[in-house]
């Protein structure tokens, strides 16, 4: 039986996935229990970084260093302000939405107009969506970026709304917010299936959230980078230049943005068939227009930073696909594969030099169908199709991502060693980088038992080394020639990640792990002083502290009694009592 016959075969686990009971033991922390005096401050100071990162419509994810609205930064921070704030839980997804392009696409970046152009880069004047962006439905009345994040956002709203339903069904919340998400789903899956094989590619490191991950390095090594003097970057005013990306690679990241935006933020040839997939009205592919008007800040991290290979021998079945990328530092790739070929302007389809499918994009993509199916029956519908084109989603991600011997998932670069760019779908080459995008996957219920098997010991071996060398997964292999305790997504260890495997573990029966990688959040989040990212060995913090996600998701981790185990749980938030929590409610409404 073929992996595809093996995920339909599988009997449905929505229900086990989505809708969790309370694990097993003692009460943890809906509000703390009694002698756990450490727990209820924890929760207090984390809802005291999450009432000081208000800006009075959205969350900025760190005061002064992220001065705007970053797309999956107010997915996660939702997920844990709905324990403290339902109401403006909803409003940081609001306020998101409130920006979405006519196209369905949600950018990466909303911009706080009150914030000086030279706070940040890129900035507005830089990604000019309302005149770069006008075809493809870009908002007139506030700027954004034109790439987007990954899709964490029907996950968030589904969490939001069980948090309070009496709230959200008075506020009509799913109703409002539904449209908008399917036509962001359908922007992802008709528009970016760049290789034909059912999955979305990224188009931009920046993208895929880990921002300089080494996964990037080969495809980016065939980009022309910008000359450094046609930008600025703020990021240095801000961090260690040794911690941020070298400015060959900034001007990469730089040069593909650029790139991207003069030909008008166009995915070319590519799928937009329209096909609905339940009974909710959710308008047509180009009927989403962002509603005039709101909008202020949030905010997230700029760019990392690029380095060599892991140098490990690839198994015989990738040897030859990586042999023609050319996967050595520094090579420019000329004839390179592309969806359909260049087109007048010698751009690649889908606008890009750079096109990869994703592990952990995907993954949440296929977590947040199934969520959006959950929507759908709360509003009357079904959801059946919809999570059908989830478990198809989970088998094209196994098909053309897993790698049995290696036991994860790797991006796979469309651009890189496929001899005919018109073959569909595109072979491309997998990159052979261990990343933790590799083992979010595991949040899946619909995996085969051997793969979240495989998945697990992976995350427990020596390249991740998760409740032995490390609490925290690190962010990329510590054996990888390219890992770096302190750099970014070259190895530190990231709060949202661990949060998602923790879930994961739940998900799949593996109640110790869950429960010391949860332990292990929790003592480090308070330790670091909720910080951006840690050294994965030491848990000293790194970046930015009273980070907004890590404190969102500390919140997410003490509420884990009365809300789940798997990382779409469902469950009331309880209020505690607490001047910062106070403060935070101010405004909700029953």
Not at 427 to 439: I, K, N
Request: with cysteine; proline share 8%.
């Amino acid at each position: 039986m073929d992996r595809t016959a093996q995920l339909i075969a599988r009997p449905a686990e929505y229900a086990v996935a989505y809708d969790p009971a309370a694990p097993p033991g003692p009460p943890h922390l809906g509000a703390p229990a009694p002698g756990t005096p450490h727990l209820a401050a924890l929760r207090r100071r984390a809802a005291h970084v999450l009432a000081g990162n208000w800006t009075g419509t959205s969350t900025v994810p760190s005061p002064g260093l992220y001065p705007h609205q970053w797309s999956w930064d107010s997915a996660f921070i939702a997920i844990g302000l709905r324990h403290v704030s339902p109401r403006r839980a909803q409003t940081e997804l609001e306020t998101l939405l409130d920006a979405q392009w006519g196209d369905g696409r949600i950018p990466h970046i909303v911009f706080n107009p009150s914030v000086p152009l030279d706070a940040y880069f890129p900035s507005p004047d830089f990604w000019r969506s309302s005149t770069a962006g006008r075809a493809a439905g870009a908002p007139r009345t506030v700027q954004t970026s034109g790439i987007v994040q990954p899709p964490v956002h029907a996950l968030a709203a589904w969490l939001v709304h069980c948090a309070d339903p009496g709230l959200s069904r008075a506020r009509g919340f799913l109703t409002r917010v539904y449209p908008r998400l399917a036509a962001w789903h359908r922007y992802l899956l008709h528009r970016r299936d760049l290789g034909g094989g059912g999955l979305v590619s990224v188009v931009h490191p920046w993208e895929q959230g880990m921002d300089n991950a080494p996964s990037w390095d080969a495809p980016l090594a065939r980009v022309a980078p910008a000359p450094a003097r046609s930008f600025r970057r703020a990021d240095l005013d801000h961090g260690a230049p040794e911690d941020r990306p070298t400015d060959l690679d900034y001007g990469r990241y730089v040069r593909l943005a650029a790139e991207y935006r003069d030909g008008g933020y166009r995915d070319d040839g590519v799928r937009d068939d329209g096909v609905r997939e339940d009974g909710v009205r959710d308008g047509a592919n180009h009927g989403v227009r962002a509603r005039d008007g709101a909008h202020r800040d949030g905010a997230h991290r700029d760019t990392r930073d690029s380095g060599h290979r892991d140098g490990r021998k690839p198994d015989a079945r990738r040897q030859d696909a990586r042999a023609q990328d050319g996967r050595t530092q520094g090579v420019r790739h000329e004839g390179r594969p592309g969806g359909g070929g260049d087109d007048a302007g010698g751009r690649r389809a889908g606008g890009t030099e750079f096109a990869v499918e994703d592990p952990a994009f995907n993954a949440l993509l296929i977590a947040s169908e199934h969520a959006l199916a959950r929507i759908a029956t709360e509003l009357g519908a079904t959801g059946t199709a919809r999570h059908a084109r989830a478990e198809r989603l989970t088998a094209a991600l196994v098909e053309r991502l897993w790698d049995p011997t290696e036991g994860m998932f790797f991006c796979r670069d469309l651009r890189g060693g496929d001899p005919d760019p018109g073959r569909r779908p595109l072979t491309g080459a997998l990159v052979p980088e261990r990343g933790v995008s590799g083992l979010v996957p595991l949040l899946l219920p619909g995996l085969p038992r051997e793969v979240a098997a495989a998945l697990i010991r992976t995350l427990r071996g020596p390249h991740f080394g998760l409740g032995t060398a490390t609490r925290l997964a690190p962010s990329y292999d510590l054996l990888g020639e390219a890992f770096d305790p302190h750099r970014y997504w070259r190895g530190p260890a990231w709060f949202n990640t661990s949060w998602l495997l923790e879930r994961g573990l739940r998900l799949h029966g593996d109640q110790r792990d869950a429960d010391a990688l949860r332990r292990a959040v929790l003592d480090i989040a308070d330790t670091s002083d909720f910080a951006e990212y840690v050294d994965p060995y030491t848990g000293e913090a790194c970046g930015a502290t009273g980070f907004s996600w890590t404190a969102a998701l500390t919140l997410d981790l003490l509420h884990d009694g009365t809300t789940s185990g798997t990382g779409v749980m469902a469950g009331p938030g309880i209020p505690a009592s607490g001047t910062d929590i106070t403060a935070l409610k101010g405004g909700d409404r029953g």
